[in-house]
């Protein structure tokens, strides 16, 4: 049973160029979340998508945008790299159930390691 | 809104003894879920526990015991028996409870736990 995937590894970009991250969840969940973790903080919410919509967002610009496919997957977009976008960029999914508050555990990929130069 | 503070940013523990990690939390929700989270170097969140607000009882995972004050607001993490592998970042993660919540996690910023052989 393969856990939650994310693609590259790592990239580097330069400061004004796009930039999209890929994240498989695990088998099984319908739910994506993204998160955003500079070096040496904790994880910060950026958006969830379920159903290929957007369900909740956190509080980053419009430049970060994202996508889910039928299949569950998910992109995350970001536009115009700033330096500050330097960061590992953590998937979670899991199962949206109408018990226990609404979802189920969060299960993180490995991350992708974003540097902005 | 909800915040989630660890006011330890290291901590070292020689093997074999016991530790304990702080955090604290802000809510006025009376349902919520805590959680610990593992990241070792390799980059990898991992649910170490989990403990549901409403739950008087104090979560057990082998080694890994919580002490949850709810009226204090703190849930502070003890390692038993410290072994090498136990060597991670340490967070703490806040989520509401509610049918119409999406699971997102809020996380603090981290402690780093050194094990000494």
């Known amino acids: 049973d393969a856990g939650v995937t994310q693609s590259p590894t790592h990239l580097i970009k330069t400061r004004g160029q796009q930039v999209t991250l890929r994240c498989s969840p695990k088998?099984?969940?319908?739910?994506v979340s993204w998160y955003q973790q500079a070096l040496g903080q904790g994880p910060q919410f950026i958006f969830q998508?379920?159903?290929?919509?957007?369900?909740q967002r956190g509080n980053f610009p419009d430049r970060f945008s994202g996508h889910q496919f039928p299949n569950y997957s998910s992109e995350l977009n970001v536009n115009a790299l700033l330096l500050g976008d330097s960061a590992l960029y953590l998937c979670?999914?899991?199962?949206?159930?109408?018990?226990?508050?609404?979802?189920?555990?969060?299960?993180f990929g490995p991350g992708t390691r974003l540097t902005v130069t | 809104a909800q915040t989630v503070t660890q006011s330890q940013p290291e901590m070292s523990v020689q093997e074999a003894e016991t530790v304990t990690l702080s955090c604290t939390y802000d809510?006025?929700?009376?349902?919520?879920?805590l959680f610990w989270y593992k990241q070792p170097p390799s980059r990898q969140m991992i649910l170490v526990i989990r403990?549901?607000?409403?739950?008087?009882q104090n979560a057990t995972e082998n080694r890994f015991s919580v002490n949850f004050q709810k009226a204090a607001k703190s849930f502070s993490l003890k390692i038993s028996d410290s072994q090498l592998g136990d060597a991670a970042m340490y967070f703490c993660?806040?989520?509401?409870?509610?049918?119409?919540?999406?699971?997102?996690?809020?996380f603090g910023q981290g402690t780093t736990l050194q094990v000494k052989p």
């Open positions: 993660a806040y989520r509401s409870y509610g049918s119409s919540n999406t699971g997102k996690l809020i």
């Open positions: 979670a999914s899991s199962l949206r159930g109408a018990r226990q508050g609404g979802t189920y555990e969060q299960y």
């Open positions: 088998s099984g969940h319908d739910t």
């Open positions: 403990q549901e607000a409403y739950k008087q």
């Open positions: 809510t006025s929700e009376s349902d919520y879920y």
């Open positions: 998508y379920y159903e290929e919509e957007e369900r």
